[in-house]
């Protein structure tokens, strides 16, 4: 598959590094001749110091022959623009970065497709998605609603208190049990489990389950205790506060703390509708934090656009009796630190930019792909063709490959769990779990 990339930023320059691994053709173009020379000796891949918005620059790219053009410069109107030009040319696929929310609006999709631009992407607003969905369940690292909640998955860290330790899940995820155990995080490593496998302490544990079983869940892993989210306070005043802080329950209560003066200004024009506090000070000021109520606080993120800060700050909010912390890390080799210190859910805009990206590429019917943060999985949810693969034995002869797991399907709206005797059928909606990018390589079973 022959990929264009437009911006060797820190979401190009990602994109390049994982889809280099599975022997794409990759050319990266950036008119910063600096941001290529630190890149193109790394990947196996072809940097062009060109202008994207450049006719001459996109033909020595090769954009004519493209199946894929990404655009992820910083800027959303170059993004479109080359997009643009690229489709003109023949690029079969394109996908452009952008930061203004009316564009995503439904009704937009013909417009946008009609100008050569197939997909667009919002970064800050699908952060904003799973932040909230962070603070909204402070029991759980992850949580992802799978065909509008027919089917759920559950990200968990077990701790003492949890049921589900040390039994083999070959007992614990017998027939007919009410959830799978799909992926296991453990130390460095991620596990796509078999029966054999046990759950340890300190393990991140993936539920895949239907919303009726979910406080089941929950007692069994020991966190019923946990209380839930009435008060927020976030620390940063980005884009992605912002559409956080729009996307939160009204029965919270939100306390945004914001260095720059006139960025709290700009945020209550912005939130003039929402019932938030926009306070100017240091977030990182523990007296601040005191006087503005954190021991009375169930939820704290840390937005800034600096890692090493939001770190830190989720640390001292734990410190002072915060249960539930959200941490914006960009820099992708922090995350696993982040983890090692038990700072609650991680957030990071690359790994959510490349999960919609990656979904472009494959040739299968996929509504959606989720990456996991903290472990080396993917998640796809596939609707199955017509005379698929997948239709023509029960699962366990579909011969899948090793680190490969089907977690549930979703039919006529209902999400059931699969076992080894489950017969998929043509127009299901199916979620595979997958180590290592190996998503690319099931395209052959549900086409």
Same mark, same amino acid.
């Given at each position: 598959?022959?990929?264009?990339?437009?911006?060797?930023?820190?979401?190009?320059?990602?994109?390049?590094?994982?889809?280099?691994?599975?022997?794409?053709? /990759?050319?990266?173009?950036?008119?910063?001749?600096?941001?290529?020379?630190?890149?193109?000796?790394?990947?196996?891949?072809?940097?062009?110091?060109?202008?994207? *918005?450049?006719?001459?620059?996109?033909?020595?790219?090769?954009?004519?022959?493209?199946?894929?053009?990404?655009?992820?410069?910083?800027?959303?109107?170059?993004?479109?623009?080359?997009?643009?030009?690229?489709?003109?040319?023949?690029?079969?696929?394109?996908? !452009?970065?952008?930061?203004?929310?009316?564009?995503?609006?439904?009704?937009?999709?013909?417009?946008?497709?009609?100008?050569?631009?197939?997909?667009?992407?919002?970064?800050?607003?699908?952060?904003?998605?799973?932040? +909230?969905?962070? /603070?909204?369940?402070?029991?759980?690292?992850?949580?992802?609603?799978?065909?509008?909640?027919?089917?759920?998955?559950?990200?968990?860290?077990?701790?003492?208190?949890?049921? +589900?330790?040390?039994?083999?899940?070959?007992?614990?995820? !017998?027939?007919?049990?009410?959830?799978?155990? +799909?992926? =296991?995080?453990?130390?460095?490593?991620?596990?796509?489990?078999?029966?054999?496998?046990?759950?340890?302490?300190?393990?991140?544990?993936?539920?895949?389950? *239907?919303?009726?079983?979910?406080?089941?869940?929950?007692? /069994?892993?020991?966190?019923?205790?946990?209380?839930?989210?009435?008060? +927020?306070?976030?620390?940063?005043?980005?884009?992605?506060?912002?559409?956080?802080?729009?996307?939160?329950?009204?029965?919270?209560?939100?306390?945004?703390?914001?260095?720059?003066?006139?960025?709290? @200004?700009? @945020?209550?024009?912005?939130?003039?509708?929402?019932?938030?506090?926009?306070?100017?000070?240091?977030?990182?000021?523990?007296?601040?934090?005191?006087?503005?109520?954190?021991?009375?606080?169930?939820?704290?993120?840390?937005?800034?656009?600096?890692?090493?800060?939001?770190?830190?700050?989720?640390?001292?909010?734990?410190?002072?009796?915060?249960?539930?912390?959200?941490?914006?890390?960009?820099?992708?080799?922090?995350? *696993?630190?982040?983890?090692?210190?038990?700072?609650?859910?991680?957030?990071?805009?690359?790994?959510?930019?490349?999960?919609?990206?990656?979904?472009?590429?494959?040739?299968?019917?996929?509504?959606?792909?989720?990456?996991?943060? =903290? !472990?080396?999985?993917?998640?796809?949810?596939?609707?199955?063709?017509?005379?698929?693969?997948? *239709?023509?034995?029960?699962?366990?002869?579909?011969?899948?490959?090793?680190?490969?797991?089907?977690?549930?399907?979703?039919?006529?709206?209902?999400?059931?769990?699969?076992?080894?005797?489950?017969?998929?059928?043509?127009?299901?909606?199916?979620?595979?779990?997958?180590?290592?990018?190996?998503?690319?390589?099931?395209?052959?079973?549900?086409?």
């Amino acid at each position: 598959m022959k990929i264009i990339i437009a911006g060797a930023g820190a979401v190009g320059t990602h994109l390049a590094e994982l889809l280099s691994k599975e022997n794409q053709d /990759i050319v990266l173009i950036d008119e910063s001749e600096e941001k290529l020379a630190s890149i193109s000796g790394s990947f196996d891949l072809m940097t062009l110091n060109v202008s994207p *918005t450049s006719i001459s620059g996109l033909k020595e790219a090769g954009a004519a022959h493209a199946d894929l053009f990404i655009a992820v410069t910083p800027y959303e109107t170059k993004n479109m623009t080359c997009c643009m030009l690229a489709s003109a040319m023949g690029s079969r696929k394109t996908v !452009a970065r952008i930061d203004n929310s009316e564009y995503l609006e439904p009704q937009y999709n013909d417009f946008f497709k009609k100008m050569g631009i197939n997909s667009l992407i919002y970064p800050e607003m699908l952060a904003a998605k799973d932040i +909230v969905e962070g /603070i909204k369940h402070s029991w759980v690292r992850q949580w992802w609603d799978v065909h509008d909640g027919a089917l759920v998955m559950l990200g968990i860290k077990l701790r003492e208190t949890a049921e +589900v330790l040390n039994i083999p899940l070959k007992d614990l995820c !017998a027939p007919g049990s009410p959830y799978h155990i +799909v992926a =296991v995080k453990r130390d460095e490593d991620t596990i796509i489990p078999n029966g054999l496998v046990e759950l340890k302490l300190g393990d991140i544990a993936y539920f895949m389950t *239907t919303k009726k079983y979910i406080p089941y869940i929950r007692k /069994i892993v020991g966190k019923e205790h946990y209380s839930d989210v009435k008060n +927020v306070m976030i620390m940063g005043g980005g884009r992605t506060t912002v559409h956080a802080a729009q996307k939160l329950p009204s029965y919270m209560e939100v306390k945004i703390i914001e260095q720059d003066e006139k960025r709290c @200004l700009r @945020l209550n024009e912005l939130l003039v509708n929402n019932d938030i506090m926009v306070i100017n000070g240091d977030g990182r000021d523990t007296s601040l934090l005191l006087d503005e109520g954190i021991h009375h606080t169930q939820a704290f993120a840390a937005l800034t656009n600096q890692t090493e800060t939001n770190i830190l700050a989720c640390l001292a909010a734990k410190r002072m009796g915060v249960r539930k912390t959200v941490a914006l890390v960009e820099n992708i080799e922090y995350v *696993t630190m982040a983890e090692k210190l038990d700072i609650g859910t991680i957030i990071n805009k690359k790994t959510i930019a490349a999960s919609h990206i990656y979904q472009m590429m494959l040739d299968a019917d996929v509504a959606n792909v989720k990456c996991l943060t =903290v !472990a080396n999985a993917d998640v796809a949810e596939f609707v199955v063709k017509p005379n698929a693969k997948v *239709t023509r034995k029960q699962v366990k002869d579909l011969g899948l490959p090793q680190g490969v797991t089907i977690g549930g399907l979703v039919r006529d709206g209902e999400g059931f769990l699969v076992s080894g005797t489950t017969q998929i059928q043509a127009g299901d909606s199916v979620v595979v779990f997958s180590k290592n990018m190996f998503i690319k390589k099931l395209d052959k079973y549900f086409t």
